[in-house]
C-alpha cells in the first residue's frame, strides 16, 4: 500500500496539472443574487482573481465558495483513508494543489505540514487528496496553508482562514472491513438538487477489488428505474501507459437523469458484495443513499446565429450594427419568466488577468425546434445579454473566449452550465470562441516575383494563391466585371491553411481577353476582419488565344513553367507549313525584349504556321499549326522548362486520433493523389503499412513531384478488392477521405512533408447525407478496337487502382493537374469490355470551393485507362454532368497513334516526324511529341483534327543549340477534346479538360 501512495503521490501533481478535472456539477438553493437583482449582469469581474476554464456541466454560483461537506469523520480509520472535501460549487484545480496541508497532532503538538494534492472530480466539486504513504497511527489534522487559496470558476475566493477544518484518527482499532468515507452527491444534494448529468462519486478508506464493483454492487435507481449499463471505473491518473488506478474511489458517470427525480443508489446488497483487496476478501457492508436531481436541466446548447458562426470580428461587437454577435439557447423543461445566465470567460482587454464576467436576460418566449419537438429554443439575443463589450469597446482581449449558459428560475434554482457549442459537425462538445478584432495582412501572392499588385498563373480562370499574417476563411476578389462570391453578399471560402497559405475561389473569367486584368484582392480572416484591399494586375499565362494586333501577326511571350518569370533573350522562329509535306520555309524571327515578349508576322497563305522557342539553359518547344482555326492574328504564351531536375520529392503521413479510424483505416486500401505528381506517371500511390498506436501513422511516399507548383492532395481509402456487386458499394469503397490544400511551392529537388489527418469515418457522418459517399452511374467502356495496347498483358496497380486504372478527377481552380477525388471498380465483361462502378464522398457538395457554388459532379471526371506492361495507354475522361441519363452507350476508347517515320534515323536538321492520325471523329486536339538526348528535351505540339492523313511533326533548325548527336528518345502522347474549338485554351487545359488521351511506349530513334 505504502509503495502505491508513493507512487501516486509523485504523478498527481503532474497529472493534475496536465489535464485532469472532470466535467459537470448540480443546483444549488443557496444561490444569491447581485445586489442589481435576480438575473442580472454586472461591469464587473465576478472575481478578484484570475478565472478559470469552464466545461459543460459545471456549478457557478454568485457567492464566494464554501466547504459543504469534509471526510473522513470521526471514529478510527485506517492509515489509507482518503480526504475527501467537498465545495458548494465546482473549482479551479490549480487553487486547490496544495491549498490544505496535513499534520500531526501527536499529543496535542502540531507536527510539520505535508501539503496535499488530489484529485478533482465530479464536476470540479469533490477533491479527494491522498497522504504520500499510508498514515501511521496517530491524530491527524487538515487545515489550509493561505497559499494558494481555494478559487471557484470566477476566481472568488473561499473564505477559509486558517483555523483546521477537520481533524481525523489513525486506529489500530479500524474496522476489519471496507467503509464508505464519502459519497456525492450526498445529504446537501438531497435539498439543493443534484445536475441531471453530474457524476457519482463514492470513496473507500482503502482500495477494493475492482472486479467486485460493477451494476450489481453499484446499484443506481433512477426514478424507479435501475441503471443497467452505467459506467463505472476507478480513479485513474495519467496517461498510457503511465496510468495508475485507485480503487478507493469509484465514479459513475450519470447518463441522463430524471430531470426532478429521486435517485437512490445502494452498494454492496447482500447478493453482490464489494470487497477489499486482501486474501479474506472482506466485504462492505450494504450502504445507502439518496439524492434528488434539480426540476432545471442544463441547456441542451447554445449556438452562433451572428456570422461567422464560430468566431467574434469586430463588426459582431458593434451593438446594433447589422452583424451584432447573435446567439440563441436550446432548453429542455424552461419555463417564460425564467432567465438565462450568459458566463464569459477570457483574458480582459489590458492583458493583466483572465476573467469572467455575467450577463442575464429573462426569457419571455420560448420558440419550438422545428427538428425536434421536446426542445425549446430562446429568441435570439445579442450584446445586451452577452457581455463581450463595456461601453461599446471590447471588454476581452482577442484569443480564446468560452462562453456558458446557466438556466435560472425565480426562487433561486439553477441549473448546470452548458458551453458554447460552435462545431455543429460535434455536437455538445465543449468549443471556445475566438475573439479577433485585427484584419488580416496579406504578406505575398505566390509566383509574383515578391510584388503585391501583380499575380500570375498558368491555369484557367482567374484565381490566386498568396500568404497572409494569419488562417484566412474568405476572400472576395473582384476582376472582369465579376466577382468570385459563391453566395450573394459574402465572401468566398477559400482553401486555407493555419501558417496564412491560401487559394481563392475562382473569378469565372476563363481564358482572359489580353491575358490580364485588373484585379481588387480582399481577405477575411476567422472572424471575417477584413484585410486592407489589395489591388493589382493579373497575368495569365500559357494561353493561346486571338491577338489584339490585326493583321497577321503572332504576339508571343515566353516564360519559366517553374516560376512564371517572364524570359528575355530568347530566339523565337516563324516557319510555314505549305501543305504539300515537304516544304517548311523560315518566315520570320525575333528575340524577346525584357519582358519576355516579342511580335512576329507570319505568312497568311501558309497551310498551318510553326513556331519554335530556343533559350539556353531550357528545353526547345515548338507548336506546329496554329492558324488551323481560323486566326488571323495569335497570341501565344510560350512556356519553357528549366534544363536539368525539375522536380521535387513529397512524402509525409496519413494520422489519426479517432479510435474508429485508428482501428480500421489499416486494414483498408488508402491511396494518395497530388495535382503535382508528373503528367505521365500515376494519379495516385498507395500508402505504407500503418504504424501501432496512438496517432495512427500511415507513411506515404516519397514520390517525385513537379517543383514551383503550388499543390493539393487528397486520400481517399476504403476496400478495393470489392466485386462491384455488394449493395453498400459506394460506403465500402469510400470508408476515409481528405483533401490538404493548398500546399507551398517546393523547389528543385526539395524535399517536402505534409500531414493529412483523417477526423472520422465516413460512415460515422452518413447520417450527414452529403458527407455519405455518392454512387456514380455505371458506365461501360469499350477498348476492343483499340491498337497498340496488348489488353491481355495490362499494367496491373492492386493497391490503388488496379487494371484497368479507374479513378474519379476534379479539378482545383488556380491549380495544375487532375485531383483524384472518387474511386471505382472494373468489371470484366469480355471481349475488351468493362463496366466500372464507382462512387465518391459527398462531403465535395458542400465544400463550395472544388466546385464553386454547384456539386462537385459538375466538375468530375471518371477517369478509365487501360495501360499494357510496355507504356502503351489509352484513357477516357467523360465529364459526369455532361452525359445522357442512363443508359449510356459504350464509351470507346482511342487507338494509340504510331511514329510511322523516320524509323531508325532522323537524318539531319530538319526533320519531319510522320505519325498515324488517331483522332476521333467530331474531336481536335493535340499531338505532343517530347525528344530528349539525355541533357535537353525538346516538346513539339501539332494541333489536330478527325482526318484520314497521317500527322506530320516539323522538327526545325532552332536558333540556339540543337540536340546532341547519338541517341534520342521519343515519346508520344495525345490529348483531345469533344466538339470543342482550340483557338482559345491554356496548354494547362490539355491535361485538366481533356475528354480522351493516349500514351505511346518509349521508342528510340539515332541523330547524327
Keep these: 500500500m505504502s509503495s502505491i501512495l508513493a507512487h501516486l503521490s509523485r504523478v498527481l501533481p503532474a497529472a493534475i496539472a496536465g489535464a485532469f478535472i472532470a466535467s459537470g456539477c448540480d443546483g444549488n438553493v443557496a444561490c444569491v443574487f447581485s445586489p442589481q437583482g435576480c438575473g442580472a449582469g454586472s461591469d464587473a469581474p465576478l472575481g478578484g482573481n484570475p478565472a478559470g476554464t469552464p466545461f459543460t456541466g459545471m456549478k457557478i454560483v454568485d457567492l464566494p465558495p464554501v466547504i459543504e461537506s469534509l471526510f473522513p469523520g470521526q471514529g478510527n480509520h485506517p492509515g489509507s483513508t482518503p480526504i475527501v472535501i467537498i465545495f458548494s460549487e465546482s473549482m479551479q484545480v490549480a487553487s486547490l494543489q496544495s491549498a490544505f496541508e496535513l499534520v500531526t497532532l501527536a499529543g496535542g503538538v502540531i507536527g510539520p505540514g505535508f501539503p496535499l494534492t488530489g484529485q478533482l472530480l465530479a464536476e470540479g466539486r469533490v477533491f479527494v487528496a491522498f497522504a504520500p504513504e499510508e498514515l501511521e497511527i496517530n491524530d491527524y489534522q487538515v487545515r489550509p496553508t493561505g497559499m494558494p487559496v481555494p478559487m471557484d470558476m470566477t476566481g472568488q475566493e473561499a473564505q477559509l482562514g486558517l483555523d483546521p477544518v477537520i481533524n481525523f484518527t489513525v486506529s489500530a482499532d479500524a474496522p476489519i472491513d471496507p467503509q464508505l468515507v464519502a459519497n456525492f452527491p450526498g445529504d446537501v444534494a438531497s435539498t439543493t438538487g443534484a445536475s441531471e448529468t453530474g457524476d457519482i462519486v463514492v470513496v473507500f478508506d482503502r482500495p477494493v477489488d475492482e472486479s467486485s464493483v460493477d451494476a450489481n454492487s453499484f446499484v443506481v435507481d433512477d426514478n424507479g428505474t435501475i441503471l443497467t449499463m452505467p459506467v463505472i471505473t476507478p480513479l485513474t491518473v495519467g496517461v498510457p501507459p503511465a496510468v495508475v488506478t485507485d480503487t478507493r474511489v469509484f465514479i459513475m458517470r450519470a447518463p441522463g437523469l430524471d430531470v426532478g427525480g429521486s435517485v437512490s443508489v445502494t452498494l454492496s446488497p447482500a447478493s453482490a458484495r464489494i470487497v477489499d483487496t486482501t486474501p479474506q476478501a472482506n466485504a462492505l457492508i450494504e450502504q445507502f443513499f439518496e439524492f434528488t436531481v434539480t426540476d432545471l436541466a442544463t441547456p441542451v446548447s447554445g449556438l452562433v446565429l451572428s456570422d461567422p458562426s464560430n468566431a467574434v470580428g469586430s463588426a459582431n461587437l458593434t451593438p446594433g450594427g447589422a452583424n451584432e454577435f447573435e446567439i440563441d439557447v436550446a432548453l429542455t423543461g424552461a419555463q417564460v419568466n425564467d432567465f438565462i445566465d450568459v458566463f464569459v470567460f477570457g483574458e480582459n482587454a489590458d492583458l493583466t488577468r483572465r476573467i469572467a464576467v455575467r450577463g442575464s436576460f429573462t426569457i419571455d418566449a420560448l420558440l419550438p425546434d422545428p427538428a425536434n419537438p421536446t426542445i425549446l429554443r430562446t429568441e435570439p439575443f445579442g450584446l445586451a445579454a452577452v457581455p463581450l463589450v463595456v461601453a461599446a469597446d471590447p471588454r476581452f482581449a482577442d484569443g480564446l473566449l468560452d462562453i456558458g449558459f446557466r438556466l435560472g428560475r425565480p426562487g433561486g434554482q439553477r ?42 498563373s498558368d491555369a484557367r480562370d482567374l484565381a490566386i494563391a498568396g500568404r497572409a499574417s494569419e488562417r484566412i476563411r474568405a476572400v472576395e476578389v473582384l476582376a472582369g466585371g465579376m466577382s468570385n462570391e459563391l453566395t450573394v453578399g459574402e465572401p468566398a471560402p477559400v482553401a486555407g491553411t493555419a501558417g496564412g497559405l491560401f487559394l481563392t475561389a475562382p473569378v469565372p473569367l476563363g481564358v482572359i481577353d489580353g491575358g490580364s486584368t485588373l484585379f481588387t484582392l480582399t481577405a477575411f480572416d476567422e472572424a471575417l476582419n477584413p484585410s486592407a484591399p489589395l489591388t493589382g494586375t493579373f497575368e495569365q499565362l500559357g494561353a493561346v488565344r486571338p491577338g489584339g494586333r490585326g493583321g497577321s501577326m503572332l504576339e508571343i511571350e515566353v516564360f519559366d513553367v517553374g516560376t512564371l518569370v517572364r524570359l528575355p533573350g530568347a530566339t523565337v522562329l516563324v516557319n510555314s507549313d505549305a501543305g504539300d509535306g515537304v516544304n517548311f520555309p523560315p ?69 489519426s486520433l479517432d479510435p474508429n ?21 500515376n494519379r495516385s500511390i498507395s500508402t505504407d503499412l500503418c504504424g501501432i498506436g496512438v496517432p495512427l501513422s500511415c507513411p506515404f511516399g516519397p514520390s517525385l513531384i513537379r517543383a514551383g507548383a503550388i499543390g493539393a492532395q487528397a486520400f481517399l481509402a476504403g476496400d478495393l478488392s470489392l466485386s462491384g456487386m455488394e449493395t453498400n458499394f459506394a460506403e465500402r469503397l469510400i470508408e476515409a477521405f481528405d483533401v490538404s490544400l493548398p500546399l507551398d511551392i517546393a523547389e528543385p529537388g526539395q524535399t517536402i512533408i505534409n500531414q493529412i489527418e483523417i477526423e472520422t469515418l465516413l460512415r460515422e457522418t452518413a447520417p450527414a447525407q452529403e458527407e455519405a459517399p455518392v454512387a456514380l452511374q455505371d458506365l461501360d467502356f469499350d477498348a476492343s478496337s483499340v491498337s497498340r495496347v496488348d489488353l491481355d498483358n495490362l499494367d496491373d496497380d492492386p493497391l490503388t487502382t488496379g487494371a484497368p486504372r479507374v479513378a474519379g478527377e476534379t479539378v482545383v481552380s488556380g491549380l495544375t493537374g487532375p485531383l483524384v477525388v472518387g474511386s471505382g471498380i472494373s468489371i470484366d465483361l469480355g471481349g475488351g469490355m468493362w463496366m466500372v462502378r464507382s462512387a465518391y464522398p459527398g462531403i465535395l457538395n458542400r465544400s463550395g470551393f472544388l466546385g464553386r457554388d454547384a456539386t462537385a459532379e459538375e466538375r468530375l471526371r471518371l477517369r478509365f485507362e487501360v495501360r499494357d506492361v510496355n507504356g502503351n495507354a489509352s484513357g477516357r475522361r467523360p465529364l459526369i454532368s455532361t452525359l445522357p441519363a442512363a443508359p449510356v452507350p459504350p464509351i470507346v476508347l482511342q487507338n494509340v497513334p504510331q511514329l510511322v517515320a523516320p524509323t531508325t534515323n532522323t537524318g539531319p536538321l530538319p526533320f519531319t516526324l510522320e505519325l498515324t492520325n488517331e483522332t476521333p471523329v467530331e474531336s481536335e486536339g493535340f499531338y505532343r511529341v517530347e525528344l530528349d538526348d539525355g541533357v535537353r528535351g525538346w516538346v513539339l505540339w501539332r494541333s489536330v483534327t478527325s482526318g484520314t492523313g497521317n500527322v506530320l511533326v516539323r522538327v526545325v533548325q532552332p536558333g540556339g543549340t540543337p540536340l546532341n548527336a547519338g541517341a534520342l528518345t521519343v515519346d508520344i502522347a495525345t490529348f483531345y477534346t469533344e466538339n ?7 496548354w494547362t487545359d490539355l491535361e485538366n479538360l481533356n475528354d480522351s488521351y493516349t500514351r505511346a511506349e518509349t521508342q528510340s530513334l539515332e541523330s547524327p
Design 415 to 456: 441549473s448546470a452550465l452548458r458551453l458554447l457549442d460552435v462545431t455543429p459537425a460535434t455536437p455538445l462538445v465543449d468549443d471556445s470562441i475566438l475573439q479577433d478584432t485585427t484584419g488580416p495582412v496579406v504578406l505575398e501572392l505566390l509566383l509574383s516575383g515578391g510584388s503585391l499588385t501583380t499575380a500570375r
Design 587 to 655: 518566315f520570320s524571327s525575333g528575340m524577346t525584349d525584357g519582358n519576355g515578349s516579342v511580335a512576329l508576322p507570319f505568312d497568311p497563305g501558309a497551310a498551318a504556321v510553326i513556331v519554335t522557342v530556343d533559350l539556353a539553359g531550357y528545353d526547345l518547344f515548338t507548336v506546329h499549326g496554329l492558324t488551323l482555326h481560323g486566326l488571323m492574328d495569335t497570341a501565344l504564351s510560350v512556356p519553357l522548362l528549366a534544363m536539368g531536375n525539375s522536380l521535387a520529392t513529397s512524402s509525409g503521413v496519413v494520422s
Design 661 to 681: 479510424v485508428v482501428l480500421l483505416l489499416p486494414l483498408l486500401d488508402g491511396k494518395l493523389s497530388d495535382t503535382r505528381f508528373p503528367s505521365d506517371l
Design 980 to 986: 470543342a474549338a482550340l483557338d482559345s485554351f491554356l
